[in-house]
């Protein structure tokens, strides 16, 4: 990655971050319990070939679940500490970002990272509409007796507190 596209990811971050903090409300429905044009993606290219299938089997379910985490980790603090938000590239079109979240939320086995991106959205009236809005990532999931995180084949771990382990912050 060159530098302008990382001085690029990172103003694309602050706009994003900006945008969580002053509109963190706005990223819901009306309701309070869906996410706007909710969304699963995968977090590297290592998930890619696992989120659909993870995505259609328990998609509906980690959105459900995600909102009262989201609404935590806004209660604590922590969602508005950005020292906790980075961008990452976007494994399907790399020179596109999202802005990931440190913390991941574990369904089953499974580990997710919050993600906030711009959607860019056709409109009926033609043209395209931009909306900054949360999204899923699949990070990964764990074996039974394996404190590994797949299918990483370095060893690749969350904390006791489901956060990236420092090294794989630092490095993505």
Not at 122 to 150: C, H, M, R
Request: hydrophobic share 35%.
């Amino acid at each position: 990655m060159t530098d302008s596209t990382w001085d690029r990811f990172l103003k694309e971050g602050d706009i994003i971050y900006d945008y969580i903090i002053h509109h963190f409300e706005d990223m819901f429905e009306s309701c309070g319990t869906i996410i706007k044009q909710y969304d699963m993606r995968y977090m590297s290219y290592l998930t890619s070939g696992y989120y659909e299938r993870v995505n259609e089997e328990y998609g509906q379910q980690v959105h459900k679940d995600i909102i009262p985490w989201i609404r935590e980790e806004h209660q604590s603090g922590r969602l508005f500490n950005k020292e906790n938000w980075k961008p990452f590239r976007d494994q399907l079109n790399f020179t596109d970002m999202y802005y990931g979240y440190r913390k991941l939320f574990c369904f089953h086995e499974f580990f997710f990272q919050l993600a906030a991106a711009e959607v860019r959205q056709d409109i009926p009236t033609g043209g395209l509409e931009k909306s900054i809005n949360f999204q899923v990532a699949l990070y990964g999931w764990t074996e039974k007796d394996n404190k590994y995180v797949k299918p990483y084949t370095a060893n690749i771990m969350v904390d006791e507190n489901n956060r990236m382990i420092q090294k794989h912050w630092e490095w993505n």
